[in-house]
């Protein structure tokens, strides 16, 4: 699939390289995978298996526990870092495959990543 969107530049981008990623990671049911959407506002984390294509656990700073906390971007990234380790762990999911979207391994995509592995997922 080919994109090219005039004045799109970012976008593009953007989706070009989660396009080339999703071709070398899958989710298996032993090891499915996390994926991590990031918006201007808010940050979406789903531990997805790809072989039936189904959401197995998610979370979400918009959720009332997290909308509601006091501090930055980040620290509710975190926060939804270590509530989708607490969710996965509840499932009996112990390790998964890194899903970066296409984003930068940085800020608060690198926050929730490293709040998960503190909350005892292997990433």
Do not use: C
Not at 15 to 28: A, S
Not at 36 to 47: G, I, Y
Not at 82 to 92: N, Q, S, W, Y
């Amino acid at each position: 699939m080919a994109y090219s969107i005039k004045g799109k530049g970012k976008f593009v981008a953007r989706k070009r390289r989660h396009l080339r990623l999703r071709k070398k990671i899958n989710g298996t049911p032993e090891r499915p995978r996390l994926v991590v959407t990031r918006s201007n506002r808010h940050m979406v984390a789903q531990v997805i298996d790809d072989t039936v294509g189904h959401t197995l656990v998610s979370a979400s700073d918009i959720e009332a526990d997290v909308a509601g906390a006091e501090g930055t971007k980040t620290d509710k990234a975190r926060k939804v870092g270590a509530l989708i380790a607490e969710r996965a762990k509840a499932a009996g999911i112990s390790a998964v495959v890194f899903d970066r979207g296409g984003n930068k391994y940085a800020g608060r995509v690198a926050a929730v990543a490293e709040a998960a592995r503190e909350g005892g997922l292997e990433l």
